[in-house]
């Protein structure tokens, strides 16, 4: 069994900053990718940002210059900085895992999400 544990949501005002974190654990062997997405009300899920196990980020053009995506050293930790955030930042942000478990099996998890609220 693998989980995805999120924390570091919550309301703030536009400009301001919050970090996002996401712990793996459980049966893991190894990790390929670990990302954020984010789903507006109305709206479908869309990649924030994502970070490979060699350390390779890719982010969405809407967020480049603001977030940050970064791991731990253990690869097990997935953190989002995000700055200068805007009221369309709002949204809840779900961590995803792209991973091999104990059994070679490949999985994909998802976390159960954080809401983040940008607004004065």
């Known amino acids: 069994q693998v989980q995805l544990v999120e924390s570091g949501g919550g309301l703030v005002q536009p400009g301001g900053s919050l970090r996002l974190s996401c712990a793996a654990s459980?049966?893991?062997?190894?990790?390929?990718?670990m990302g954020w997405y984010r789903q507006a009300p109305g709206k479908q899920r869309e990649l924030v940002a994502t970070?490979?196990?060699?350390?390779?980020?890719n982010s969405a053009d809407s967020v480049k210059g603001r977030f940050t995506i970064s791991r731990d050293d253990a690869n097990v930790t997935v953190y989002l900085q995000m700055n200068s955030l805007k009221p369309e930042d709002t949204a809840v942000y779900y961590c995803?895992?792209?991973?091999?478990?104990?059994?070679?099996?490949?999985?994909?998890?998802w976390g159960q999400g954080t809401l983040v609220t940008v607004s004065s």
């Open positions: 459980g049966s893991i062997f190894s990790i390929n990718a």
């Open positions: 970070i490979t196990r060699g350390g390779v980020t």
């Open positions: 995803n895992a792209k991973l091999f478990d104990k059994r070679q099996r490949y999985l994909e998890i």
